[in-house]
């Protein structure tokens, strides 16, 4: 597909989904990385799948890795609010100058593609070569690797032999391609499993973990649980204790949610069974000072951002915000909540009514196609928020935002969720609004 004149690099990729929509097997994938001279090969990887929990997986592991002085790539999605976020070098993201040039590269091979009758990649499928020749050409040592959807039929499972195959929380979502069960969803989970490599998954449903024993158990692979992981708050970050080459170590995380832990100790169970031999103290520095947009962010002192879209990340960022509320005991609880049409948003709103009993609700619509319309999000909330909460509507996520600050008191907390899309219009305005005071 020819570029439009002028158009950017990301002009260009936002038309992809238009025109190309059919995924490449895995041996096109392997041709098409062999017309960029094969750049994925020669990096040592850590290729993460599942359901919630990725993003901060990687994150974990990509900070431990630079602490122990690897020069470590990470390719993750989506992104909130640049394109570019998707691509980290020692946990920055990448310049200007080197995304455009990795577009062109690999522009100019869809070109020499797409002329002997092969399909043009699809958006994601051109993201990942993209990351591929970034960070071959950027000499990166380890590559943390996240999937896009599922995991055997991704792009990224083009990877051959990864050091570990990580698979966080399973659950429901994307039943149109993934299945309707936690085991259906489990298979393609599962899918990244490479024969001999260790697989560390989290063992939190029983279905998911059954189909993930036995693949890697055909598979020859030697497979480690992380279950429950007790931990202690202290402030703003949580403690616990957790297996690291053979000695329990104490590690801690800067995040005030629960389910940090749980991901915390998917990394370090990685690193362990990796044969890199990092120091744990390295792991320690990198998992205290490992930062992931939008998984209880704090914006604001009293303000957390949580990038909870799916019924099990609601449940999840409601542990961890009715955690902070028995800890602080706010006079005012504040919810800003926007959502998908496609989500379970009257079960996720039910959840939220039922543990975190706001008494302010602020609602609005992200700016996509995909959201679920003011109107449509009042009518579900009417029914399943507590009597007493008082439910305001806002047509943009800058005026809701802006509403939830005037009302600030100090004494009382607030929680953003429900969608990564707001997630990304929520720091862009959280950033203009920090500017401005300034």
Known sequence: MK?????TAEQYLERIPSFAKKKSGMEDVRAFLELLGSPDRGMK????????????????????LKEAGLCCGAFTSPHLSDIR??????????????????????????????????????????????GMVLFSRAGMEVLVLETGMGGLYDVTNVVEHPLVSVITSVSIDHTAFLG????????????IIKPGCPAVYDDSSPEAEAVILETAEKKGSPA?????????????????????LGKTEEFTVGFPAPYQAENAALAVTALSVSGLGIPAEAVRRGLRSARWPA???????????????????IRAFLEAACLLKRERRPETTRLLFAVAADKEYGRMLEEIGRSL????????????????SVDGLFQAARERMPETARIRCFETTKKAFEALLADRTGRDLSFIAGSLYLAGEIRTAAAAWMEEER
């Open 3 to 7: 570029r439009k004149q002028k158009e």
């Open 45 to 64: 990887i850590f290729h993460v799948a599942g359901t919630n929990g990725k993003g901060s997986v990687c994150a974990f592991l990509s900070s431990a």
């Open 85 to 130: 976020e998707r691509f980290l070098i020692q946990g920055e993201m990448v310049s200007r100058e080197a995304f455009d040039q990795a577009f062109e590269t690999v522009y100019g091979a869809a070109g020499q593609w797409t002329a002997q009758g092969k399909p043009h990649p699809t958006y994601f499928e051109f993201l990942f070569y993209m």
């Open 180 to 191: 309707h069960t936690a085991g259906e969803i489990a298979v393609h989970k599962a899918g």
């Open 224 to 244: 480690f649980p992380v279950g429950c992981v007790p931990f202690r708050l202290e402030g703003e970050t949580l403690v616990f204790q957790w297996d690291y």
């Open 295 to 313: 998984r209880m962010e704090r914006l604001l002192p009293g303000v957390y951002l949580d990038g909870a879209h799916n019924e099990d990340g």
């Open 357 to 372: 009993q706001p008494d302010e609700c602020y609602l609005t619509a992200a700016d996509t196609s995909r959201a679920l």
